[in-house]
């Protein structure tokens, strides 16, 4: 029997690339989206790359009823991964009521929801930024979580508390919270990748909307760092080797070899680049020479953050495959062929 699998944000960024794994392993899909930051030409990406098209509802999880609707005819679900969220670190400061009704009520309904089914494994999308500036790296789990920098930053902090808790008393809730590092890239296909709307945030499109000429100069973020060249150091990670993190997670919950019933692992490759190596990485596999100046301090950068991933090797069996130059160049292929049109 096929196990029934619901992606909430599963037109998102990395939400789509986890339902093209998840068909690709032969689940089904039934992805929730509202599609704030989405689109449904996403559903023909994944189509045209898996040959399936998952099932698509269009809803907002804030919306109690729909979704309370929903679990009533899909009482045959046995995991979710859940994405929907907002994901806009300074929007989060300006808004944040909205991120928290977003981001934290839609979660306890959608656990509330859970607890009807027979059994809920849940796939929670955490961030490497609940560590803050870590004392020591690589980051293991068992680092300390710090004061967060911001609402957004809150939001996976709290959902984690939230999750957690609840799995403590929940008679069939089994948890895993997936704390990324920095994912970028695309499907090798250029199917689907990531989609900022307005001004990317995030390194890796600005720079490839530089390269595309898109935008005129990319701003590097300070060069007055403790690092070997002075930037910030990240750990990226392609997003198909994310995306297959999060199978891993699934199948540890349904073939219930989890050992406790919430679970904290950290995603990432271990290695760490500076802002200027992926520049230069970009530069090399993309043959475009990036126009860029070193300006000050972005507000709430850390200055080094990669995961120490031997948790996740060891226990999910998983480790990232993809280097940052697959990563930079399958971003880059993206990129072009979007603007094709
Ligand atoms: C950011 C968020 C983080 C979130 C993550 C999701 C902030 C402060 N942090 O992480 O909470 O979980 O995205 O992907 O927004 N950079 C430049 N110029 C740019 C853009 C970025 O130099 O135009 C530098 C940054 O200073 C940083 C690195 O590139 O050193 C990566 O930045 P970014 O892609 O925004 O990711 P994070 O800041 O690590």
Redesign the pocket.
């Known amino acids: 029997m096929t196990s029934k699998i619901v992606v909430t944000g599963g037109l998102g960024f990395i939400g789509s690339h986890v339902v093209v794994e998840l068909q690709n392993e032969g689940f089904e899909v039934v992805v929730i989206d509202n599609l704030s930051n989405s689109s449904k030409d996403v559903l023909k990406g994944i189509t045209e790359i898996t040959g399936i098209e998952p099932i698509f509802e269009e809803f907002d999880l804030r919306d109690k009823f729909s979704l309370s609707d929903f679990f009533k005819r899909n009482s045959d679900v046995t995991g979710v991964i859940h994405f929907a969220a907002s994901?806009a670190?300074?929007e989060s400061v300006q808004l944040p009521l909205l991120y928290y009704e977003n981001n934290l009520a839609s979660l306890v309904y959608l656990l509330k929801e859970l607890e009807q089914l027979k059994e809920a494994n849940f796939i929670f999308s955490s961030?490497?930024?609940v560590y803050g500036q870590a004392d020591e790296l690589p980051i293991t789990e068992a680092a300390p979580t710090k004061v967060a920098?911001?609402p957004?930053?809150n939001t996976k902090q709290i959902g984690e508390e939230i999750i957690r808790d609840t799995a403590k008393v929940s008679k069939v809730l089994n948890a895993i919270a997936l704390r990324?590092f920095?994912?970028i890239g695309a499907h090798e296909s250029a199917n689907i990748g990531e989609l900022p709307i307005g001004t990317?945030?995030?390194?890796?499109p600005?720079i490839t909307q530089i390269a595309i000429g898109l935008r005129e100069q990319?701003?590097?973020?300070?060069d007055d760092y403790p690092t070997n060249d002075g930037?910030?150091?990240?750990d990226y990670i392609h997003v198909v080797d994310l995306a297959k993190a999060h199978v891993a997670a699934l199948k540890r919950l349904l073939e219930k070899k989890n050992t406790e019933n919430y679970e904290v692992f950290n995603i990432g490759t271990g290695k760490g680049s500076s802002?200027l190596e992926?520049i230069n990485a970009f530069e090399e596999v993309s043959n475009q020479k990036l126009n860029y100046k070193i300006v000050g301090r972005?507000a709430?950068?850390?200055t080094a953050?990669y995961a120490d991933t031997t948790k996740a090797n060891e226990v999910l069996d998983w480790k990232s495959e993809l280097n940052l130059q697959d990563a930079l160049l399958s971003a880059w292929n993206w990129e072009q062929k979007i603007r094709q049109i």
């Open positions: 994901k670190v300074g961030s490497c930024t920098e911001s957004y930053g990324y920095n994912p990317p945030q995030n390194l890796v600005y990319l701003s590097v973020f300070g930037t910030c150091i990240r802002v992926v972005r709430g950068d850390i953050a």
